[in-house]
């Protein structure tokens, strides 16, 4: 679990880098440069979500950040191969995980599996970051009503007293991996609907006071905007979280006054 400082700044490495080697000089430069930045950072400014096989020896090393898993399995503990559960990322050194990334939504997760992985996720006392973002906009501006419809339709199936380790991320898909990210008016606008959604089915206190994520084409130039104009309290970052360069100018970025 982690005590979140905002601006939540998350990387996910999805396949890289290629070796544990890479991965682990690529931490080691990350965590020198955060702690000898002019910018005043917290102790940890950092959360990766790395491949599971990676999180144990990332976690022992890492002294500026956390580190986490980029899914988890729905399955309970028993007889099912090749999946990891979220105890099992916990106790391995996994504070994280994020759930609902739209490439894994993409290879058939249901609606049910995803609210299943939360509940388990949160039960295991994983910070989870529940993923949600149109594929598309229409002009009439469904994807806003498509998308509230998707928050409550997932968080209803989730025990509400499970909702204090959860993030919500807003990533439009036809953001993620192009060179176009939403505007931050674009962004403020979806982040109004999706806390609009969760007041409604949990509250208003909730819906204020939960933490939102933008995700898609953040890079070190655009990354502050989100967080002063997109109304949200993080950033979800796949490219540029995998060139430590761009990834501590982020950080730096986000913490400037
Ligand atoms: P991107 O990916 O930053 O490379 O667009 C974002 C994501 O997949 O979360």
């Known amino acids: 679990m982690i005590k979140c400082t905002v ?11 290629e ?15 955060i702690s000898s930045s002019k910018t005043k950072l917290p102790k940890k400014s950092y959360l990766l979500a790395v491949t599971d096989i990676f999180i144990p020896h ?23 191969t090749g999946v990891n559960i979220p105890s099992q990322l916990l106790t391995g050194g996994a504070s994280f995980t994020i759930v609902g ?14 609210a299943h992985k939360v509940t388990l996720a949160l039960q295991s006392k994983l910070t989870t970051i529940l993923c949600f973002g149109e594929h598309t906009r229409d002009k009439n501006g469904n994807y ?12 209803s199936l989730v025990d509400r007293k499970l909702f204090e380790n959860l993030i919500i991320a807003y990533e439009p898909v036809w953001a993620i991996g ?15 609907a999706l806390r609009r959604a969760l007041a409604s089915l949990v509250g208003i206190d909730y819906a204020k006071k939960v933490h939102v994520l933008y995700g898609g084409a953040v890079a070190p130039d655009n990354a502050k905007n989100f967080i002063e104009e997109g109304g ?25 006054k």
């Open 7 to 17: 601006p939540i700044i998350v990387g996910n490495w999805k396949t890289t880098p």
């Open 19 to 33: 070796t544990l080697d890479i991965a682990k000089k690529f931490i080691k430069q990350l965590d020198k440069k």
């Open 58 to 80: 990332l976690n022992s090393i890492s002294t500026r950040g956390y580190i986490g898993s980029q899914n988890v399995s729905g399955t309970g503990i028993g007889q099912v």
């Open 101 to 114: 990334h739209s490439e894994v939504r993409k290879q058939g997760e249901t609606v049910d599996a995803r």
């Open 144 to 155: 806003l009503s498509e998308l509230e419809e998707d928050v409550k339709q997932t968080l």
């Open 178 to 192: 192009g060179n176009t990210p939403a505007t931050a008016s674009e962004c403020f606008e979806v982040v109004i």
């Open 232 to 256: 949200v309290d993080g950033l979800l970052i796949g490219r540029a979280s995998q060139d430590v360069s761009k990834f501590i100018d982020i950080i730096n970025s986000c913490y400037i």
